[in-house]
């Protein structure tokens, strides 16, 4: 059976052969629809799938190192607001050993050298917090597009899925959950 939408132009056709269902459409979220239905319809609980949509896994790449860089510089600025603080607690002892020896003016100067530090440690931690804002967005992303692919699947092979991909993100294995979204599975 062939189809075509109205409102894209897109082709939807659906075949069987030998027991293989093949529905063809560039439009995944169509195809999980449709087979989300029939498998209620044929009273289905578990049914594993072939998916191929390179294109919408070649953009899936795209966030994933979009993840990986974004991750990269939240780390760094970690680190670097990590010196910094350091840096502030090594002056906070030198200011109180001036103030001891009555050194007033050294103390000052320190107290000077201890906010500008602060300041650099609050653009540090502004700077962190939006690349983490972007990581957010981007995860989300991520997250749709398997919750996308998961409707490709259905029952046990559906949450399994989700269970890798979900592990994958968390070990930060990016090529594996890309292949786990192209294949289903490890």
């Not at 999980?32 to 239905?37: A, F």
């Not at 760094?76 to 030198?94: A, G, R, W």
Request: proline share 0%; glycine share 4%; aromatic share 10%.
């Amino acid at each position: 059976i062939r189809f075509m939408s109205l409102r894209t132009d897109k082709v939807l056709q659906i075949s069987a052969k030998d027991n293989v269902l093949s529905i063809f459409t560039e439009e995944i979220e169509l195809a999980g629809n449709i087979l989300q239905d029939m498998c209620i319809f044929f009273k289905l609980n578990d049914l594993n799938t072939v998916i191929n949509y390179t294109e919408v896994v070649k953009g899936f790449t795209g966030n994933i190192e979009k993840i990986k860089e974004l991750d990269k510089e939240r780390n760094q600025y970690s680190i670097n607001m990590t010196e910094i603080i350091t840096f502030i607690k090594d002056l906070f002892v030198k200011a109180e050993d001036n103030r001891l020896l009555d050194n007033i003016q050294g103390f000052k100067d320190y107290f000077r050298k201890i906010n500008v530090k602060n300041l650099e440690l609050l653009d540090e931690f502004e700077k962190r917090s939006t690349i983490f804002t972007e990581l957010i967005n981007q995860l989300k992303i991520v997250n749709e597009i398997i919750q996308i692919f998961s409707n490709l699947k259905v029952g046990k092979f559906k949450q399994e899925m989700v269970n890798q991909c979900r592990k994958c993100i968390r070990e930060k294995k990016y090529a594996l959950l890309i292949k786990i979204i192209s294949t289903g599975s490890e």
